[in-house]
């Protein structure tokens, strides 16, 4: 299973960018796939999760209003449209996968499969 994530750069605050993540995985459907990201010196966090199906979603309160999560599961891909851009949102996000409980689609340790990772910086 490879996850590759991609579309980070440098935006300014208030700005957008669209993150993608293509997956290897051939019952790609039946995962909950999430978007994770990690600030300097800070650990790991949740941004938003999207169910099997797509018909649930979770955010983070940090992101909610903001950020969208998509997916198409024909695709093997899963989307973070990010609008309103924050200093805040400074980070190397991630995509991940896994078999989770719609209770557990933020918890890091329900996922088994990671991408490299992204680069967002927001300037200010």
């Known amino acids: 299973v490879q996850l590759q994530a991609f579309g980070g750069g440098l935006v300014q605050a208030g700005g957008s960018l669209r993150l993608s993540c293509a997956a290897s995985?051939?019952?790609?459907?039946?995962?909950?796939m999430g978007w994770f990201r990690q600030a300097p010196g800070k650990e790991r966090e949740f941004v938003a999760a999207?169910?099997?199906?797509?018909?649930?979603?979770y955010y983070a309160d940090s992101v909610k209003g903001r950020f969208t999560i998509s997916r198409i599961n024909a695709k093997n891909s899963v989307y973070l449209q990010m609008n309103g851009l924050r200093p805040e949102d400074t980070a190397v996000y991630y995509c991940?996968?896994?078999?989770?409980?719609?209770?557990?689609?933020?918890?890091?340790?329900?996922?088994?499969?990671w991408g490299q990772g992204t680069k967002v910086t927001v300037s200010s």
């Open positions: 991940a996968a896994g078999i989770t409980s719609t209770q557990s689609m933020s918890q890091f340790h329900e996922y088994g499969y």
């Open positions: 995985i051939s019952t790609f459907s039946s995962y909950t």
């Open positions: 999207i169910w099997r199906s797509g018909f649930i979603r």
